[in-house]
């Protein structure tokens, strides 16, 4: 079995989560990427997230928040990816960035507009009572 690894960060406002479309793509993602070679987890969720929302995470407040897997969206059978997800604060404003066309703020009930690995990570926040 192939296992993309991937991070993400988890933002939460009003209990909605921060999700982005990328451009030519239909579903949201909860905004992140994959590591290249030597980077730690913040130092490569730093990059991602900069990149994507031209915003800077801050470093002494970025908590890992769990690791969820799933069959990856858009990938053949058996592909599954490992998402491991940090929350933490931020300093600039949020802007869509590089591939990114759209910024969302998505409640539990539109947990069907994103991927297979969002779909476990939305169930449980919204067991946690953080997202309505």
Partial sequence: MKIIDKLAWIEIKDGKILSTRSKGRTKY????GKREAGETDFQALFREIQEELSI??????VK????FQAQADSHAAGVQ???TCYSGAYTGTI???????EVVWLSYKDKHLTSP???LI???LHEQHLLQ
């Fill in 64 to 67: 890992f928040t769990g690791i």
């Fill in 95 to 101: 802007l869509p960035a590089s591939e990114i066309e």
């Fill in 81 to 83: 990816v490992k998402m």
């Fill in 56 to 61: 800077n995470l801050i470093e002494g407040s």
């Fill in 122 to 124: 939305f169930d449980w």
């Fill in 29 to 32: 993602y909860i905004p992140g």
């Fill in 117 to 119: 690995v969002d779909h």
